[in-house]
């Protein structure tokens, strides 16, 4: 077999992902959201993504055939996010992908959208030398993984205990009367803004905490400062500064995630680190490990923004990764799985 | 013609192969288990062993019941319809999934599915015709319909509370008469259509801002 082209499909959350790679070369990548419909509820409404995706499946798939010019039948392999995710959204994606495959004979792989986030860097930047340290933020996870086999170990170092880094920062937005999703906006307004302005709490990184969770991030308590900073300043009567407390308040996020992400590349003596998820298109975060990566002689790699949100391609570079490694498919009787464990890369011999 | 059929709208997990030839209909393959969780895991794999058991031969189209039912099972069975269908190259239809049940009754009946939350989704049928749009209520809240017995899950869950007899072995929705019901347009070959479940109901969310 030449490369295999394989396409992706991702429903774990508000988006509905159609992306079509051959090998390391993406073909299409087509997505329709539900995110302006989820705006006006100021946050995702499982519900409203569920029905969403459902109305946008067989047209995005259509529009990603004709953007990339294949058709079903020249597939070499049908992947499809299982987990973790909203239950409901995903199992739009598993039944459609499954029902795809069972009617155009394409094998098929049930795969984890955490390590599809990891594969999507394949897709611009070639093979991911192994092992790395994934660091993933986003609306839904903010995780430390450690990618030993991108087709088989991969497993997780951290996590967030509490509120995913996106959700901080959307919650954050609505404080600062910043629309839904709230990223963009606090990045924009963060660059007029004045990073040290206050300090706001790093969570988890006291010596007590970082013998529990060494790894692990907070970020409740994080948002919870915030709110009480603004309330006090209203209380006595001051306006509120919107850039310098999105700068401010972006720093301790950013701050947080790169230096434990950098922390455990250099105890687990790995030499490239990884960005992924929403949160990975953010410029400071960006900026903040490109400094400290060169500081601590690491190689740091990441894909372009819109390669970075949930989408179908990063779900179809991992299928091609799978294909092309081998890796057995999945069987007709997957679940999806909303809490799925990082450490099943494919379903292929784990849950089915 | 070959016709793949599927309904999840109640906890029934249902997939058939039915034969239309002429005005007439066969079932060739049948998978049903009650299921109410279980539609992503089992529905594909019915498919599956269906298709194996009807042998050779294309399917020509696709048939789906479009609710009203509990939604989570219910997308999961229209998505794979639809993508079946577009993955085989054949149109697929929906039929409305009480029809499935009404179709086949005599005299007035009311046809009732478990709507969770304690409410049902309901119909009456009038010698097999459906009269109205399928509505969703509370059992003890329903309207007066005339109906002379109750039909279906939700009638045999909720008989207790229904001003009507209910026959309490729960009654799903027949596959055969989804097919026949879909039948003129799988013979004419009519076009594809959208499928939108009939969903009765709202998202349960609150815009944040009027
Ligand atoms: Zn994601």
Redesign the pocket.
Known sequence: MSEPLVMGIET??DETGVGIVRGHDLLADAIASSVEEQARFGGVVPEVASRAHLEAMVPTVQRALDEAGVALDDLDGIAVTAGPGLAGALMVGVAAAKAYSLATDVPLYGVN??SA?IAVDTLENGPIPEPAIGL?V?G??STIMMVEDLAGKVTQLGASIDDAAGEAFDKVARLLGLPFPGGPHIDRHARDGDRAFVEFPRGLTAPKDMERHRYDFSFSGLKTAVARWIETQKAEGRDIPVDDVAAAFQEAVCDVLTRKAILAAKEHGVETLLLG??VAANSRLRGLAEERAEKAGLILRYPRPKLC??NGAMVAALGSHLVSAKVAPSQMTFPANSSMDVEVVSLADKLA | MKVLVVDTATSAVQAAIVEVDGDELFLQAFRREIDPRGHVERLTPFIEACLAESGRGEVDAVVAGTGPGPYTGLRVGMVTAAAFADGAGVPVYGVCSLDGIGGNTLGRALVATDARRKEIYWAVYDSGAREGDPQVCKPAELPETGADYAIGEGAAMYADLLPVEAETTPVYPDLVKLAELAAPRIRSGAPSEHLTPLYLRRPDAKPVRA
Do not use: I, P
């Open positions: 774990s959350c959208h955490l986030h993933l986003s839904g996870h998820g929403g949100t949930d």
